[in-house]
């Protein structure tokens, strides 16, 4: 998507994308393909990041650190626009 110039993907950082798939649904990895799955993901992501919700206690995937803390470079708001980027980036339609 960056290279492809997609302005919601613009520094968003790898590490961010890992975390945020940890932090999705169990069942989403229970698809029954590929194409399924991160179909799946980015749903669940994408609505649990809305503004109204709450994943404030959401943490990296080493545990220790919040995922939207104020101290990340990052934003609840950055991951949630990158995430509809992707979902339209994939061709998915509603």
């Known amino acids: 998507m960056q290279d492809q110039k997609v302005a919601a993907a613009d520094n968003i950082a790898s590490f961010l994308i890992e975390c945020l798939v940890w932090n999705a649904d169990t069942e989403a990895f229970n698809q029954p393909d590929f194409t399924a799955m991160i179909r799946h993901i980015l ?9 109204e919700t709450d994943c404030s ?5 080493n545990g220790i650190k919040y995922l939207f803390h104020s101290s990340q470079p990052w934003t609840k708001a950055q991951a949630h626009e990158f995430l509809l980027a992707a979902w339209q980036h994939m061709g998915y339609k509603q």
């Open 43 to 51: 749903t669940d992501l994408w609505n649990k990041t809305k503004p």
């Open 57 to 61: 206690k959401w943490c990296e995937v």
